[in-house]
């Protein structure tokens, strides 16, 4: 059986600084995906034309965009790339510029140019949870997030919230702290 060897993380994407390559319908995508999950995102977008809907939500969520074909010098000071041209020759150039730089890229829809994916995303309040299908079914990701949304409770917030607020008072040492927080959880667990 294949397995999933990907190290999830939660990146701060208002301490990042994001490029996304090209200006068409999977750059909107990938822009629409980081905003919502990250509004306050430091993204800027390079691409000779943007489609209106592009410009507008970049508006919104203060993404800068440059009216300009893609050229290595917008990698400068960036940390994580995302290229979504329709030119492969393009996005290949934007993969080997990164590679030279150790920069993160993510080609869309084209997993061996890929460090990272953008998989599907449940957030309710402070609860966030990530999905990844190893780039094979970004469909089997979204369902899988759509499941997520119906069955996590929207009062889940609270309950973090409560059990912050518990174990800031709990007194001990590391272990102890750990053994009343999965004694005062466990119930939460169905056995």
């Known amino acids: 059986m294949e397995r999933n060897n990907l190290y999830p993380i939660f990146l701060k994407a208002s301490k990042l600084s994001i490029l996304i ?10 822009l629409t995906f980081l905003t919502k999950s990250s509004p306050d995102a430091n993204v800027v977008l390079v691409s000779p034309e943007f489609r209106e809907s592009t410009s507008q939500l970049a508006k919104e969520y203060n993404a800068e965009l440059i009216l300009d074909e893609y050229h290595e010098k917008y990698l400068d000071g960036k940390h994580m790339i995302v290229a979504t041209t329709d030119n492969p020759e393009v996005n290949i150039q934007v993969y080997r510029d990164c590679r030279k730089q150790d920069k993160l890229i993510n080609v869309a829809d084209n997993p061996p140019y890929c460090d990272f994916y953008m998989g599907g995303i449940v957030t309710k309040g402070n609860v966030k949870i990530a999905i990844s299908t190893n780039g094979k079914s970004p469909t089997t990701a979204k369902r899988l997030r759509q499941f997520f949304e119906d069955v996590i409770p929207e009062d889940i917030n609270q309950m973090v919230i409560n059990l912050n607020t518990y174990r800031k008072s709990i007194k001990g040492d590391f272990l102890e702290k750990v053994a009343k927080m999965n004694n005062m959880t466990k119930s939460l667990i169905k056995p």
């Open 21 to 30: 390559v090209g200006g068409g319908n999977v750059a909107e995508e990938k």
